[in-house]
């Protein structure tokens, strides 16, 4: 779970950004918002600051947020008041299986 998280969030370019919801669900694990938090926080070189909030909200406190704003703010990411400019900004990744897979003309789900 964790390396297919790790990879998702390195798929997000420069200046674009994505929710914590929409990594999870473009990794194959929907509804997971809170497993992604967990990756973001004892991994090392994933570029952290473009998972953002439901919304484009920044949901770190403190410097963590306004460190996390800068680092956006330094890529081109534009602000609308507290959160960041989806409509311009959201990264979308491509279409997702929802965790099925077609073998032999059988659908079957992975776990």
Known sequence: MRSRIQATIRKIPRGKVSSYGAVARAAGYP?????????????????????????????LQGDNGLEQR??????????????????????????VGAGKVRISGKKKTRK
């Not at 973001?40 to 909200?57: D, K």
């Not at 680092?71 to 979308?92: I, N, P, Q, Y």
């Open 70 to 95: 800068f680092r956006l703010e330094a890529e081109g990411v534009a602000f609308r008041g507290r959160r960041v400019d989806m409509k311009r900004h959201e990264f979308h990744f491509g279409k």
């Open 31 to 59: 509804g997971s918002a809170r497993q992604v938090v967990g990756v973001l926080r004892c991994s090392v070189g994933l570029p952290w600051h473009r998972v953002l909030g439901a919304g484009g909200a920044i949901k």
